[in-house]
């Protein structure tokens, strides 16, 4: 990890979250969280160019978005399998506001995307600005996570018999001036 001493950022952080800020890349690591797939695999999957689904391969490996699962050897070349670990933690609360927007406006195109496929039916959808108990909070968040964890841990590849096509995004955090009191301490 590198801070920027001006400002307090961790500069891996902000990259991370500068590469994932495009649509095309959420897209390539929603699909990477089922399979670990090569760039031609990613390109046929998404309706991209070889070229274009490399690219957009490369970045997210670059910054550690993406592993290289394995390799293997076609036509003389070498072909990496590229897999989307969601399970590991990152934290981009050091990030600057400015590039936690774009992560968010990149998140809402695709979740827009996403709405335009929708099936009729089964669904939710939440927005809340308000003050709640910490404990409430905190559990709430738990909950976050461990609805977060078990769907990128239990993604399948497209098609898979007996699994439905979902859509899920989470954003949640405290407000500024969002603690009081002894809690105003605790940060998540």
């Known amino acids: 990890m590198s801070v920027d001493?001006?400002?307090g950022t961790?500069?891996?952080?902000?990259a991370r979250l500068r590469a994932s800020?495009?649509?095309?890349?959420?897209?390539?690591m929603s699909l990477l969280t089922a399979e670990a797939m090569s760039a031609a695999e990613v390109a046929r999957a998404l309706d991209l160019t070889h070229a274009n689904a490399s690219y957009h391969l490369r970045?997210?490996?670059?910054?550690?978005?993406?592993?290289?699962?394995s390799e293997e050897k076609i036509r003389g070349g070498v072909a990496k399998r590229y897999r989307y670990d969601a399970s590991r933690e990152v934290a981009d609360r050091t990030s600057a506001v400015d590039d936690r927007i774009a992560h968010a406006r990149?998140?809402?195109?695709?979740?827009e995307r996403r709405?335009?496929?929708?099936?009729?039916?089964?669904?939710s959808s939440s927005d809340l600005e308000a003050w709640v108990p910490l404990d409430v909070w905190r559990r709430a968040l738990d909950l976050m996570h461990e609805a977060s964890h078990l769907l990128h841990a239990e993604a399948r590849p497209a098609g898979t018999p007996d699994?439905?096509?979902?859509?899920?995004?989470?954003?949640?955090?405290?407000?500024?001036g969002g603690l009081t009191g002894?809690?105003?301490?605790?940060?998540?």
Not at 21 to 28: C, E, G, S, T, Y
Not at 59 to 69: A, F, N, P, Q, R
């Open 115 to 123: 709405l335009r496929d929708a099936a009729r039916g089964g669904g």
């Open 59 to 69: 970045v997210l490996h670059d910054v550690g978005e993406l592993v290289v699962d």
């Open 5 to 7: 001493a001006t400002t």
């Open 10 to 14: 961790d500069d891996d952080a902000v």
């Open 106 to 111: 990149a998140n809402a195109l695709e979740i």
């Open 21 to 28: 800020a495009h649509p095309v890349r959420l897209r390539i």
């Open 182 to 188: 002894e809690d105003a301490r605790w940060r998540p």
């Open 163 to 176: 699994t439905v096509h979902i859509s899920a995004t989470s954003n949640a955090f405290t407000m500024s």
